[in-house]
């Protein structure tokens, strides 16, 4: 059963990695909210008066107040509704190596990091794409290491911030003419137990739907 | 008095603005702690050991557990050291507010943006530097407003963020020949506040030292 039903309404774009964290956050912590899907080329009145700084989804609106960028509304759904235990641990060192690790997977393994793939036919920037991705990633894979998730046995904080982009590796990998599994077994191996959660698994589209829209936009862009 | 005398170091560079923060923050909680400072072109082993990642000043090592990213070990050092009024409000909704301002500034008040008019001579170049830095300050001075701090009568977080680049206002405005304070004189103004605690009087150096500093930046990179 949920929480607080009605009140909670994000502002979405189905096939964006941020918008995905905020669903995965509501739902862990079984909160009830409305999706208000964006046409990202004629954006809705309500995101440009919501989010006048970026002008992007995903937007947390809660009470009628909103509330941006991705991670800042993942910290305040954890603060906001305690009763589900938290996405962070409680001691602070493991909290600040959590946090740490959000926001080298937040630098590193993007939007604008993927787009450098498909953004690109092949040839040199695609390359120089993938290598940044692939390294990035494999940082990551050494952190993960043998464990269920980043924080160990629960699934947290850096789990939410990169498992949205698990649902964009085989549209990366079509492009990019590669395998994320060859490269970061245990990456993958990771992914595929989040997507087991219902939170991640009603959050993340399906891998072919992305791939499709990635190849509309490669058309938009004109890649080819 | 301080706290745990001894056990807390920071791998500092004295003009880094990142540095500054986690000087400050520890002063706001009365925590002692060792400075040692790292010479960039020359880095210490405990540098890189402590930060392999980035191999970044700030690191902040308590109890030889090394954690970096001064925005992590803000957070950090205001979760450890709770005897002291929190850096962040208590109400969910205001922390949000903070958080999403403090990566605000982080992201658009950085060293990488001032490079951008330090770092060139007069023209084209510098002058877009000096547009971003100007339109994001003066978001940040409207956010401000007639406040005393970006919380409200309280010294916190956002503050601890973005004050350690008042201290490079003065280089700014030499290198690119414009005032601040004719631009954004509630922030020049919040940032005279701001000096006269102890905290960030201790943490922030000179400004003309750090145009000094910058004057040499300008001959290492060639700008003059």
Redesign the interface.
């Known amino acids: 059963m949920g929480k607080d039903n009605g009140k909670v309404v994000v502002l979405d774009f189905w096939a964006s990695p941020y918008a995905m964290r905020t669903k995965i956050a509501l739902r862990e912590k079984g909160v009830e909210f409305k999706v208000q899907e964006e046409d990202l080329w004629n954006k809705s009145e309500l995101l440009l008066k919501s989010n006048p700084?970026y002008k992007k989804v995903p937007v947390l609106i809660?009470d009628n107040?909103p509330?941006?960028?991705s991670?800042?509304?993942v910290?305040?759904i954890d603060?906001?509704w305690t009763d589900v235990a938290s996405f962070l641990p409680s001691d602070?060192?493991a909290?600040?190596t959590a946090?740490?690790w959000a926001?080298?997977a937040d630098k590193t393994i993007s939007f604008e990091g993927g787009k450098k793939i498909w953004g690109n036919k092949k040839g040199e920037e695609q390359e120089k794409g993938k290598k940044e991705f692939l390294e990035s990633l494999k940082?990551l894979e050494v952190v993960l290491g043998d464990k269920s998730y980043f924080g160990g046995e629960t699934f947290g904080y850096v789990d939410i911030t990169l498992v949205p982009f698990y649902s964009w590796f085989y549209a990366l990998e079509k492009c990019g003419d590669f395998s994320v599994e060859t490269e970061c077994p245990k990456i993958v191996a990771w992914g595929k137990r989040c997507i087991e959660r219902k939170s991640v698994a009603a959050s993340l589209p399906e891998s072919e739907k992305v791939y499709q829209q990635v190849l509309k936009l490669r058309q938009i862009f004109g890649v080819e």
Chains 1, 2 share one sequence.
């Open positions: 700084v809660d107040t509330i941006s960028e991670l800042v509304q910290h305040y603060e906001k602070p060192q909290r600040a946090r740490f926001d080298f940082v």
